[in-house]
């Protein structure tokens, strides 16, 4: 049965809490980390594209932070995609509520 958004929002949001408070990277590098992620992301397209509801707004930040996190943390290549998922969600939400993008991706976006 496939998980709803809010618990996939929880679960990665919960990760990053937990990155966060111990810097433990293994939280985020977990193998399970991009499925939830891809699940999150494809419970926000449309046929029509995608309304940025408060509940989007929570899947988009939570989407953000993992895939940025990830980003920093993997070696070399390795970061890319989750680098290019980081882009791609933090470029909606900067429209929708630019103050939700954590000042490291709006710095990186600027110089991009």
Known sequence: ?????DQLIDKLSERIRRFNES???AVLLDPE?????RDLA???WSPTYLDVTPDVTRAL???VGVH????RLLPGEQGQDDLQACRR????LIHAAPDLVPEPVRAYLGRS
């Open 42 to 44: 494809e419970t926000l």
């Open 61 to 63: 930040i939570a989407l």
């Open 33 to 37: 980390v991009p499925g939830l992620a």
């Open 68 to 71: 940025w996190i990830r980003s």
């Open 89 to 92: 969600w933090s470029g909606i």
């Open 23 to 25: 810097g433990d990277p």
């Open 1 to 5: 049965m496939p998980q709803n958004r």
